[in-house]
């Protein structure tokens, strides 16, 4: 079974299933979720803020479930998790001989994502010199393969996350401030656990 994360409070008989998954009364909280309602239904391209462990992909499934976009795919990737020489092809894609090893053709996750929503977590660990082909998809939605001249149109909804300060590292030369304000369109800071007196999580699998 597929698993859906969305938030609830307790004593309520039908919560939202966008939200199902975190339960929480707290004043921080709360706003967040308001924000989440107020973005989910538009294609704005979200940032996610927020020290690791607070729920920042589960907000980003809220914002999926909350659009236009619910039928469609959710395809998400941890930057961070992927080296760096690898990174580009797990987002665009390569043609078969592309690179030593590249005994097939790969789609990228821009691809997966087409028509649907892209989450990409850690955002910040996108090497400065990959940045520039993240920022042309948000402009232009469109890119190529690694080994490939042929240009790929997509329609594709982007939420970003990272646990890092984007605008620090933008002052720092670390981060491309206009991919940083590209990225910024709609932010959402989440609060750190102890500021959530009454959150809990619940990760139970629905169907």
Do not use: W
């Not at 597929?2 to 039908?14: L, M, R």
């Not at 004043?27 to 107020?38: D, M, P």
């Not at 981060?175 to 932010?187: A, E, H, I, K």
């Amino acid at each position: 079974m597929p698993e859906h994360e969305t938030v609830a409070y307790p004593g309520e008989k039908h919560p939202d299933r966008r939200f199902e998954r975190i339960i929480g009364n707290s004043a921080a909280l709360e706003s967040v979720l308001e924000q989440v309602e107020q973005v989910a239904s538009t294609d704005s391209t979200v940032l996610i803020e927020g020290e690791t462990g607070t729920g920042k992909e589960l907000v980003a499934h809220a914002i999926h479930n909350g659009s236009q976009r619910v039928g469609r795919a959710f395809i998400k990737l941890n930057c961070a998790a992927i080296p760096l020489d690898l990174l580009e092809s797990e987002l665009f894609g390569h043609e078969k001989g592309a690179f030593t090893g590249a005994i097939a053709q790969k789609i990228g996750r821009f691809e997966m994502a087409d028509k649907g929503t892209l989450f990409l977590d850690e955002v910040g660990d996108i090497p400065t010199a990959l940045q520039p082909k993240l920022l042309r998809v948000l402009q232009e939605q469109e890119f190529e393969r690694l080994g490939s001249g042929r240009t790929h149109k997509v329609d594709v909804r982007l939420v970003a996350a990272s646990n890092r300060s984007l605008v620090r590292m933008v002052a720092r030369g670390q981060f491309r401030s206009d991919l940083y304000y590209r990225l910024n369109v709609f932010p959402v800071l989440l609060p750190a656990l102890r500021e959530r007196r009454k959150t809990y999580l619940r990760l139970s699998r629905i169907s």
